[in-house]
Every structure is written in structure tokens, then in C-alpha cells.
């Protein structure tokens, strides 16, 4: 019985741990290590640092402790050998991602809430049976035996791999029968080993990998080890630098060789240097009070910080430059072609120019870009990578969810009032990158767009938006927020089976439940995105959260010059062309009229 | 001011979405053009001063000019910014020996008529291009003549009069 569909399926995971490995063997050449222990082609255990060359791997893979025989091995390239499940009572525990789509949840981070799995297992035994070139060479080994068992697997992986760099946990949703490149992948970047305990349990921690982006682990421009070197009046243009000479050289944004170091008030351009020698360095083409600041005295040692600056780059640009550049997220994880197609379609004039003066975690610097910019990203944990979409109606027709076909039992609907909207305001074109960001004098204007409609109480929300300097974005990010919480924010929680897993988070359904009714009482289906998923029973059933989905209705595309009236039109020309309505907003057969995307 | 976005053609391709964004830019270009924002296409002079010949009054001189010897005197001259078909009308009478009155375009000769006796209404649309100076001279006879009522009239567009000539000046 294999597959989600399959009447009487048997759910099997399969825990993988991709772990990177030399490619060299030990002593020879390139590599000079001599002695003994030989190593475990890990970096804890080389005894060749230089010539370490991590670019091998081995996946170790582990599954609860079923009856039957599962080869899901391969081993043909010894440099990246794939082993077969070691069964140690394997459990999977995750705690499930968030999308903020137009970044107005309460209480929730702009950027959504990142995922984790907790994958719980049983140490055992271990002889180096497998992934140990030196077998044969350690103390014990006697041939045509086994290896002698060392320890437990846990106490000597942990020896011999002091930091989790690079590693990827993998966890296998499949089902028994099924080959494990046709079972379902959900992808994590290993954080924590803990244990084992005393009862010899051992938990690993796989993180969504946007937590790399956390405030711990990626700030944006990264904090510099740089001073002042010598004391240097307001007006000189000879300024020179103590400090770490790749601080100078780094790039932080998309000016290429124009760079910026923030001087108390001061920002001070330069676009080279000169090496003095002992950590010295004087700077060329220097312009003193840079992007209207004022021009200070500088004494001896004081601190020096290197400024971060975009001009004119596409919003989402800036933020693939920050998970790429100044994260340890892998780049494969980072679509760039996608995320170009998704921006260039939806967001194609959406331009932002903007100096970061402070180290600043890259994670709140995406949420507020992501916000401000119109779009949002998310780790699809199936996908294998970071999502971006802009804030738009789906380019496909939804696939449609009812209680007969598609939701079990346990639909509830929640709403959140004080999430509701009844006026935004935005903030915009900055004037003071030294002042205050959430300061409104510190901006030159802002767009207010009001819900004439509202016979509610009022409830007004600012954005301060540095990101901003164009009045059309701040029209757009207005009124986009105000159309998607003008209405109470209303949640729809489902379960559905596992046939229908293929939605996940970020897919928008029609949800037709009784639930959710006119004032007549009529089924109402309505138009809902995934917002967080959730395996209830592995393999079995998942859980959906749902938000409400404002883009319901008909959008509209150029047509070609030579297109027939809209009553001539076919529906499939109706379906990818627009027309003008009548002044009703409907047109000539009484089906509503198009909409801007 | 208002800001000026760039538009790429391929925005309005076939099948691409009409986007909320781009229309809100397209309205907001057209201001920005006005204000002459950064980055704005530069509106061109010959933009400024189309006109066409209409029955809306954009120029009226209520005076008479009055000779009563032979003499040769513009009464008019006026250099325009932009270029079209002006209408001219004025009225004019001769004394007891003949007059005419010129209509000059860059001091050519392009109508000319011989006045009556008494006051006569005369309607011409002038054909003018940027820079052109449109003159109306009174030649009179030993016993003078009149020259009254001058008007130019355009179909509502506004008429821009500069002096001084277009000199070294390229504004074609």
C-alpha cells in the first residue's frame, strides 16, 4: 500500500542527517596529516586544517523500529555515501511556520513565525560498521570480524563533530512501499544535539533556516572593528582608519565601490584606500558630511561603523542580498530566478533607496522591508526553499475545500477584532537617517487612506516606513491594508486528510464549510489563504490555519489590440484579457467587472 | 513634487497584469511631467504653443491707427512661442486716394488688401511656426487711412508672445 490515497497506507518517516565531509584521505597528499587517530573526515577530528575539504557528505538516516527491511541506501560514491535507516525508535515533533502576509498580525513578527522540528530518538551501539574509511585501521580491528563496538553512536558523533555547520536534517514522510525519493521532504538546518540522557534519549533541533536570518546570527551592516586613527577637524578629507581591513572592503548594499562609515553623526563616503601598514589605512575619494549630514570632529579611537546602503534596487532584491549575503543561509535555499519572475511580474516599479547606519538583525530588517515593499517570504518546508510572493490576488484558480469532499470534522472559526482597521497611515521619505525611526517630524510626508464606510469605532495604524520614498508605494501599502482588515480578521481552522496535503502554507483555497454561512443560512464560500500547517497524524491528517483572503473577484491582464468585445469574447479570453465595466462596476451580462492587481 | 516612475513597455504586454501600482504611477507621471520632477521627460517648447484658429479671443487691440499722409507703418508685430493656424481679424478704411494693409509672416508679404472707403471687416488664418513673427503693416496713399480693431483668435488653446527673437536659438 503506497501513497496518500491508498485505503490501509502505513505512514513511515525517515529521519536523514546530511553531514559535509572531507574529500581528502588522510596522509595523502593533498593531505599532510600523520599519526593516530587517523580522522573522521570531520572538521573536529582533521588533523590538516588547511587542507580540509568539506565538500563530500555523508547522510546518516534513522526510523522507528518497525519490522522489515528498508534499503533506502546508496553507496555507490564513497565521498557522498547515503546509509541505510539505522532504527532507533525515530520520533518527529515540529512546531509549525507562520505567514504575517501585509505584516498586521498582532503580536506577530512582520516576517511570520519561522518553524522547527524536534526529532527525539534512542542512542545504540555503534562500530563504525559504516562511513569510517580507517576501519581497518584502529585498535581492535580484526578482519573478517566486526568492528569492535567503540561507544554509543551519539557520544562519539558529538566527539567527532564539534560544530553543526552545514548540516541539513531531512525528515521522509512516505509510506511503507514507497521509494524514498518519491516520499515527501520536508528540509531543516540542524541547530542543537542534545543528550544523550540518562535514559539514553537524544533529541536533535532542526531549524526553518530564515531563523538564520535571527537576531543572533545575521545583522545587517555586521558590527565593524573599526576607529578613527588620530584626532581629524570637520573639514579635512584626509581621514585615516585603525582596524579590520576586510570591514573596509565588505560590501553592504548595491553601490559598488561607494562606501559609507558612519562617524558619530557623520556619514563619511570613500571609495578606496591606502595601506599604511600596522592595521592603518587612509582613506581615498573621501566626501566628509555624505547624504546630508553634517560634517563633525572626530577624536582618536573613536568608533567607526560601516553603513549598509541601497539605491534605487528592487525591494526584493535587497532582501535576497541580505539571506544571501549576510546570512549562512545556502544560497540554494534562496530562489533568486523565482523571486525575480514573482517581482518583476507584481512588483515591477517597487524601488527603494535607503542607508542603514546600525547593525541591525537581518530578520527585522526583512520584516520591514517585506512590509513596507509588499511582499513576503517564507520557508516552505516541503519546497525545499524560501518563498517570496507579493501581496496579489492568486494567478490560478483556487482549488475548492468542502465539508463533503475535502474537510473532516473540527472546522472552528475564530476572529480577532482588535486585529480590524479603519485607517492607515503612512509615513514616508525619511529625513534624518540619525533621527528617530518611528519619529513622525522625522518624515517629510505621509498617505492616509481612511475606511469611509467604517460604523464601527475608529482604529488607526502608522507605519513608519523608511523604506518608502515614492507616494505610489505608500498608497499601495495603505490601501492594501486597510482592504485586507477593514473587515474583523476572521481564522478559519481545518483538517484535512492526507490526500489533500498538497495544500500548505501560503495556498489560498475556496472554503465552502458549514461554518461559515449567509444571513440566510446558505453555505458561504469564501476565499481563504494557509497560514500555518500542521501534521496532526503523521501521514494521516493535517491541520490547516486559514486567514481570510482579500483578493475574491476578477483581475485583469492586457489584452491583445485585436480582442473582441467582452460579449464576443470566449471565457477563456474573458479569463486572461479585461474590459471596462459600466459605471455599476458590472459588466454587460451582470458578472462583476475587473480589478487592478 | 510629485514622483516620476519609469515604464518599461513590456509592462503592458499582452497577458501581464494590470497592476493598481502601475496605474497609480501613469496618473501620477503625467504631474510630475508638469512639475518637471527628477528623472520626468522634459516637455519641448513645441508642446507649449500648438494652436489652432477658433472664435476664442486671445489677443484685441481696440485701438485706431490713423494716418492721414502717405506713410508705410506696422501697426502690429508680435514673435509666438508654439506654432499652428492663428486667426487674424481687423478692420480698416483707406482716405480719399488708395491703402493697403499687409499681412507679413517673417516680414513676407503673405496677404494683402486693398481697403474700402469705409471701415471693412477682414478674417485671415494665419499659418505660423515656432518662432514666426506675424506683423500687419499700413501703407497709405497721400491721403492716409485706418487701421482699428486688431484680434487674434485661437479654438481656445492659449497663444505665448515672447520678444527678442530666436536669435542663436534652437528650439525646433
Sequence with gaps: ??????????????????????????????????????????????????????????????????????????????????????????????????????????????????????????????????????????????????????????????????????????????????????????????????????????????????????????????????????????????????????????????????????????????????????????????????????????????????????????????????????TEIPSAFVPVTDWDAEGNEYLPTYRTTRTVIDPTPVKDLIAELS????????????????????????????????????????????????????????????????????????????????????????????????????????????????????????????????KDREAVLGTVLDIETRTIVDSEGNANARRWQVISSKELRAGHTYVLRCQTYEYFGRFGRFAPEDAPDFSAATDEQKAVGAWYAGDDGLMDDGSEGYQYQ | MTDYTSHADSLFDVGRPILGSVALEARDNVIATAEGAVGAPVVNVQALGKFTAGDTRRFYDGSTYTTTSASTTTVYSQEYWGAGVLRLNFEGERGSTSANVNVLVNGVTIHTVSLTSSFAAYTFDITLALGDTLSLTRVTGNNGGSVRYIELLTNGEQLLPFGGGLGGWNLV
Design chain 1, 371 to 498: 512590509q513596507q515593499g509588499l511582499f513576503y517570504i517564507w520557508w516552505s518546508e516541503y519546497d525545499r526553499e524560501i518563498k517570496m510572493l507579493a501581496v496579489r490576488p492568486p494567478d490560478t484558480e483556487p482549488q475548492t475545500f468542502t465539508d463533503a469532499a475535502n474537510l473532516l470534522r473540527g472546522s472552528v472559526l475564530t476572529r480577532e477584532p482588535d486585529s480590524r482597521l479603519t485607517q492607515v497611515a503612512v509615513y514616508y521619505d525619511q529625513i534624518d537617517v540619525f533621527g528617530g525611526a518611528e519619529d513622525t517630524a522625522n518624515y517629510k510626508r505621509r498617505f492616509t487612506s481612511i475606511d469611509g464606510d467604517n460604523l464601527g469605532d475608529t482604529r488607526a495604524k502608522s507605519i513608519f516606513a523608511p523604506w518608502i520614498t515614492n507616494r505610489t508605494q505608500a498608497v499601495q501599502l495603505a490601501v492594501r491594508l486597510l482592504i485586507r482588515y477593514r473587515a474583523v480578521p476572521e481564522f478559519l481552522q481545518v483538517t484535512i486528510d492526507a
Design chain 1, 1 to 326: 500500500m503506497t501513497g496518500p490515497t491508498a485505503i490501509g497506507k502505513a505512514p513511515i518517516t525517515i529521519v536523514e542527517l546530511e553531514q559535509p565531509r572531507c574529500i581528502n584521505r588522510f596522509g595523502t597528499s593533498p593531505c599532510t596529516a600523520t599519526g593516530t587517530p587517523k580522522c573522521y573526515n570531520t572538521g573536529a577530528t582533521c588533523a590538516d586544517l588547511p587542507n580540509f575539504t568539506p565538500t563530500g557528505s555523508i547522510k546518516w538516516r534513522f526510523m522507528d523500529g518497525r519490522p522489515g527491511a528498508f534499503d533506502y541506501s546508496d553507496m555507490s560514491d564513497p565521498d557522498n555515501q547515503e546509509l541505510p535507516p539505522i532504527p532507533c525508535a525515530v520520533s518527529v515533533s515540529t512546531s509549525e511556520g507562520q505567514i504575517n502576509a501585509g505584516a498586521n498580525l498582532d503580536g506577530r513578527s512582520a516576517l511570520g513565525v519561522t518553524s522547527k522540528v524536534t526529532i527525539t530518538l534512542q542512542d545504540f551501539p555503534w562500530n563504525d560498521q559504516w562511513g569510517d574509511f580507517y576501519a581497518a585501521d584502529r585498535t581492535g580491528y580484526v578482519a573478517g570480524r566486526p568492528n569492535p563496538t567503540r561507544a554509543n553512536f551519539w557520544a562519539l558523533w558529538t566527539a567527532r563533530n564539534a560544530l553543526f555547520n552545514d548540516m541539513i536534517l531531512t525528515v521522509y514522510d512516505g509510506y511503507e512501499g514507497q521509494a524514498i525519493t518519491a516520499m515527501r521532504k520536508r528540509v531543516y538546518v540542524l541547530d542543537k544535539v542534545n543528550g544523550p540522557n540518562g535514559s539514553g534519549g537524544v533529541t536533535l533541533t532542526g531549524l526553518d533556516p530564515l531563523r538564520l536570518a535571527d537576531e543572533k546570527k545575521a545583522e545587517f551592516p555586521r558590527t565593524s572593528d573599526l576607529e578613527i586613527y588620530g584626532d581629524t577637524n570637520d573639514t579635512t578629507t584626509i581621514v585615516q582608519v585603525f582596524g579590520l581591513e576586510a570591514d573596509l572592503t565588505a560590501d553592504f548594499g548595491n553601490t559598488g565601490s561607494d562606501r559609507w562609515l558612519v562617524a558619530g553623526n557623520e556619514l563619511i563616503k570613500y571609495t578606496g584606500y591606502t595601506d599604511e601598514g600596522d592595521g592603518i589605512y587612509t582613506l581615498t575619494g573621501v566626501v566628509r558630511g555624505d547624504l546630508g549630514t553634517t560634517k563633525e570632529s572626530h577624536d582618536d579611537r573613536d568608533k567607526l561603523q560601516r553603513a549598509g546602503r541601497y539605491v534605487d534596487e528592487q525591494f526584493w532584491r535587497v532582501a535576497s542580498d541580505w539571506l544571501l549575503s549576510h
